[in-house]
């Protein structure tokens, strides 16, 4: 398609956006939710590489069949409530995600701890939205073109809404322009520019040759003027009502998009998106940022579901599920670990150094974990071979993992990984240490009298071996009688020989 302009955002752009959020808010896996089309799955490839790029993953995809009834749709939310992860993107079309939040509010999955990230196809046309639909949408937070306010847009704003009234006397008096409506304003206003600069002045065009089998667009006539309006159309930079309108490589550029939450029956204003892939929380009158972050620190406060103010952390124990099954064996040193039973429930409880190291490391994870303590019933608890015993029953899968105060052996790594210590282990000396003392001699207590004299002995012997030989090459300063002249060269090459 040689003349075809998309003069609309491309679904890749805002998976970066995405992508920031996830990361600023610590949050490790998501879950997409997206309608079984070309739209829906359209996104995924560029999301899954935006995820990977910040160490994030995807455990589940809910796909929605575009078949799909209210009662499937219950069923799907209901299978997503017995997963551990509560971060959810949802990229769907207004009709299905307006069917898809009503179900969730239903199903108590707009409740403080989820959190419901929705893409710009839905937020730029969020105002368009039922007021309904909106108000079980609470919580939510999106990505969606900026549009920067002006005077034109506002008087804009007022015509069309004076216009729309007069069409349409029993609906509101307000109605919000989308982005949509914006962008296509925009693009007309483009090519009304292109077919001015080019005077398209009469219809000239040439008929292509009717072809059997042809549909109608095949049958349609090629402008002779088509190269030159699409050369003007691709060049035209202007400022429009949607803000910067520029088409260069033939897709619309964008230099922020902004990040909003659904509060009530409208939305307020978080934060902003570059394109350098950071968040900030303002622009200033050019559009770029103030202020460059990659800290949700940077951005507004947001209003979650629940109308809750503090940030979920991404998942919840799951509501099924098999538990990590974690033996405990009771130490001879309590303070390690010592384990008891519950008198009501004949639960394993477990507590000591070693327990308290286990569960620290647990809440560090970026996942739920699901775990329950399982006692090791020996007779001799402190015989050579019951820590021996203990660590085999993981290798037979009785336990997934064992904690104590267990000392890291050859034999033991034959059948079970080790982590790091937390404690080191072997034999400490505590010695004495004298003051120094000064003394001009302490340079000769490294070495002992036997090497000094030795060292002595090498030295003299260097420098007669170096004497005799320069002396019978006929070197001039070693000539005549013995002197300290000749015994300062002897010891100066007896040096220089051993440097």
């Not at 590489?49 to 455990?59: K, M, T």
């Not at 968040?279 to 979650?304: A, F, H």
Request: net charge neutral.
């Amino acid at each position: 398609m040689p003349y075809f302009v998309r003069a609309t955002l491309n679904s890749s752009v805002q998976v970066d956006s995405i992508a920031s959020l996830i990361k600023a808010y610590g949050w490790r896996e998501v879950v997409p939710v997206y309608d079984d089309t070309d739209y829906g799955r359209g996104i995924l490839p560029h999301l899954i590489d935006a995820l990977q790029q910040i160490d994030a993953r995807i455990p589940y995809r809910s796909v929605i069949s575009m078949a799909a009834t209210s009662e499937n749709i219950i069923q799907e939310l209901y299978k997503l409530r017995t997963m551990q992860t509560r971060v959810f993107i949802v990229h769907m079309s207004s009709t299905r995600a307006s069917l898809l939040f009503t179900k969730a509010k239903e199903a108590g999955m707009m409740k403080q701890g989820y959190v419901w990230i929705i893409t710009n196809g839905l937020a730029n046309i969020i105002d368009s939205l039922n007021p309904s639909v909106i108000e079980a949408m609470n919580g939510v937070i999106g990505v969606r073109f900026h549009v920067p306010r002006s005077k034109e847009l506002d008087s804009f704003s007022i015509r069309w809404n004076k216009m729309y009234h007069q069409d349409n006397p029993n609906e509101s008096p307000v109605n919000k322009l989308s982005v949509v409506e914006l962008w296509g304003y925009d693009t007309v206003w483009a090519l009304a520019l292109a077919a001015e600069k080019i005077r398209v002045l009469s219809n000239k065009n040439n008929r292509l040759q009717s072809a059997k089998n042809s549909t109608c667009l095949e049958s349609l006539a090629v402008s002779t003027n088509g190269p030159q309006l699409l050369t003007e159309i691709v060049q035209s930079k202007f400022r429009g009502l949607s803000g910067n309108f520029d088409v260069t490589d033939r897709q619309l550029q964008v230099s922020a998009l902004q990040i909003i939450n659904v509060v009530g029956r409208s939305w307020r204003h978080i934060g902003f998106w570059s394109l350098e892939n950071r968040l900030s929380r303002k622009l200033n009158q050019n559009g770029s940022e103030i202020t460059r972050s990659t800290s949700m620190l940077n951005l507004n406060p947001v209003i979650w579901p629940g109308e809750s103010t503090e940030i979920p952390r991404g998942w919840e124990l799951p509501a099924s599920g098999n538990k990590l099954r974690v033996g405990v064996h009771t130490s001879a040193y309590p303070e390690f670990i010592r384990t008891s039973k519950d008198p009501a429930t004949s639960a394993t409880r477990a507590s000591g150094l070693s327990i308290d190291i286990f569960e620290e490391a647990a809440k560090k994870l970026p996942f739920a974990l699901s775990y329950e303590y399982e006692a090791f019933d020996t007779v001799d608890t402190q015989s050579t071979g019951s820590y021996n015993d203990f660590v085999y029953q993981v290798y037979l899968q009785r336990y997934d993992i064992a904690i104590g105060d267990i000392t890291i052996r050859y034999n033991r790594t034959l059948y079970v990984d080790f982590t790091v210590p937390y404690t080191e282990s072997g034999v400490a000396m505590i010695v004495p240490v004298k003051e120094k003392v000064n003394n001009m001699w302490i340079f000769s207590k490294p070495l002992s009298k036997g090497m000094w004299f030795g060292s002595i002995m090498f030295f003299i012997y260097t420098a007669l071996v170096v004497w005799l030989l320069e002396r019978l090459n006929g070197n001039g300063y070693l000539h005549g009688p013995f002197s300290l002249k000749q015994l300062g060269i002897l010891m100066f090459f007896s040096i220089f020989e051993e440097s």
